[in-house]
Each structure stands twice: as C-alpha cells, then as structure tokens.
C-alpha cells in the first residue's frame, strides 16, 4: 500500500512540474507581430489623415485622392489669404479654410509607414505620475491623432522623448497609463513644422529624355544645346556650332532633373521685386516626346536666395546662390574641343 501511495505522489508531483513548466512557457511565449502593433487593424492605405500637435502648434495632414495636403488651421494662418492653387484664392484662411499646400512625398510615406507599423518593444511604467519623465504627458509630448478616409478617428497617442539609443521614443495612447518603448525613431518623422511638410519640387525628370537646352542670359544673349544621335553627344548649334563639354552640360541636366527649393514665396509680389520681368536666367528644357519645360530664374533677395517659378505651378519658389550657379552657364564654360576629322592617306602627296 505504501508503495501504491508513493507512486501515486510521485505522479501527482510529475503532473504539477509539467502544468508548472507549461505555463511559464504560455507565460513567456513571444507575442505575435500583430499583438505587438499598437494598431493591429491600421494599415497605411486606412490612413487618411494625420493631426500633429505640439503646445500650440498643430499642423493636419490629409490625403485628397492620390496626393496628401497639409494645413494649418491655427489663429496665426488667419492673418494672410490663400495664395496657391490648392487654396481659394484672396480667401481668409481660417480654420474651416485654412491654406492647404502638397505634402513631400517622401517625408509622407515616412510618416503613414511608421505609424501603421508602431510596435510596443518593452512595458516601461504603467505610473501616471511618471508620464512627465518619459514626457508623454499632453504637456511635452507630441500629440497624435490618426483618422481613416473618411475621417473617422483610428488611433490617438503621445510620443515622448528619445530613448537610450536615441532611435526609439516613448510611446502612450491616450486614455492608457501604459508607458512603452518603441524603436525606429518614429518622432524623427512626424513634426509640427509645415514647411518641412510641403513639396518643395520645381521640376522633376528622366535625365535620359532630355534632347535639348536653351539658356538665356539677362542681356538677353542665347546659348542652344543640343543632344546629337552619334559623335559628342552634346553640341552647341546657337550661336555657334561647336561640341559642347559633356560633363558640363550633363552637370546641368543633373540639377535641373531633381531641382528643389530651399523655401517659399507665398506672399504676392510684383514682378519688379522677384525680377522676373528681367530675370537674370531662363531656362527651357526640351525632351524626346515633343514637349519642354521652362524655368524663370529671377533676381537675388538679401538672402543670396534667387525667386524661381516654372511653367504648370503658380507657386514661387526661393532656390540657393550655389544651384543657380551649376546652371547658368557661359559660352565659353560649354565650349569643347573642336572635333578633329581623321585624314585619309590617299589624300595626302
């Protein structure tokens, strides 16, 4: 009997270790991707618009078809009216009306990647009364608010300041006590700064469909290069015929494929003070398919900033001393080596 008594023990100890073992394993097991997203359901597509604010600065972002506009409908966008195509022209700029400008393309897709895919890493503080120290309170956080297509909030949280490598943040949603940390920097990618947010693209293009330039000078002399089909592939027909240097040229192709803006020119002024009625550069570009581009390059303000504006935007825009330079070319800084023709024997005597 004390035999039976003893196996039976033994068993029921076997038994209580395995159910012991078993639950620090469920206990431990790693949670799912999807458990670890803050959203589960979010996905980038869901995303529609995006409010960001920070004290009193707050900035919206919202996608309108297949682009994303950005606004600031603040007490401060009240004080100028709209003055770009995407805002009612000569309206106040309230906050039902507010001025609405396209958002970088790059810098949005950033910022609807990192949200959708936000991860909670580690459970840092479920205390309240610590939220100020990892700042995800509402007074020095970032505040986030996520709405779908149809303007239905999906998400609502507070990031907070860098953690120890400098590469992730402290996250909470609102209405949770639950601090965590969540890595690939997401706070680098959202800001409350409106002109970070806006396209600042003058001309984009295939450097490869470009067929010719023509550059034209303040006094209004013409320089008109040319992509020839063999031989150097670059020539000056106006107002000479001559190669032109190729790395020259292809240094101002590169440019204008991926001109930018360092800024803005939203308030309106007179062609006399931008110098577009004597601009100090014009540029057309033209390409394979028939069709060209121009580029008006007008005077220097204090800043050593030329006003820029190119057909197709009404925006005006402000560009850098150094990128006006890359382009705007002298005969003498194109010129090449004429092209020497080999002579054939038989014609020497």
Do not use: C
């Not at 799912?32 to 604010?53: N, V």
């Amino acid at each position: 009997m004390k035999g039976n008594k003893l196996i039976i023990l033994v068993a029921i100890l076997v038994v209580a270790v395995g159910v012991i073992i078993l639950n620090e394993k469920l206990g431990n097991k790693k949670p799912t991707e999807k458990e670890q997203k803050f959203f589960p359901e979010m996905t980038e597509q869901t995303i529609g618009k995006i409010i960001i604010s920070e004290g009193e600065t707050s900035i919206q972002l919202k996608r309108k078809g297949d682009v994303w506009v950005v606004s600031k409908p603040s007490a401060d966008a009240a004080e100028k009216p709209a003055s770009t195509p995407l805002g009612a022209e000569n309206a106040p700029a309230t906050a039902e009306t507010a001025v609405e400008y396209t958002v970088d393309s790059a810098s949005i897709t950033a910022a609807v990647e990192k949200i959708a895919s936000l991860k909670k890493d580690a459970l840092i503080s479920e205390n309240p009364e610590k939220q100020s120290i990892f700042e995800v309170d509402s007074v020095k956080g970032l505040n986030i608010t996520v709405a779908d297509n149809s303007g239905k909030k999906i998400g609502s949280f507070i990031i907070g300041k860098s953690g120890p490598d400098y590469n992730s943040n402290y996250i909470r949603l609102k209405g949770s006590n639950d601090v965590y940390m969540s890595s690939g920097g997401v706070r680098y990618s959202l800001f409350t700064d409106l002109n970070r947010w806006r396209d600042k693209t003058i001309l984009r293009f295939d450097k490869t469909t470009a067929k010719g330039i023509t550059l034209t000078s303040k006094d209004g002399s013409m320089i008109t290069l040319a992509h020839a089909d063999s031989g150097n592939p670059w020539q000056i027909i106006e107002p000479i015929q001559n190669p032109a240097k190729t790395e020259t040229v292809n240094g101002i192709i590169e440019k204008l494929a991926s001109l930018s803006a360092t800024d803005f020119q939203d308030e309106a002024l007179a062609d006399t003070a931008t110098g577009f009625d004597s601009p100090e550069l014009g540029v057309t570009v033209s390409f394979n398919n028939g069709s060209s581009r121009n580029i008006i390059f007008g005077k220097k303000n204090s800043d050593n900033k030329y006003w820029v504006k190119t057909d197709g935007k009404d925006q005006v825009f402000l560009i850098g001393e150094y990128t006006v330079n890359q382009v705007n070319k002298t005969l003498d800084d194109l010129k090449g080596e004429p092209e020497v023709k080999p002579v054939k024997a038989d014609s020497v005597k």
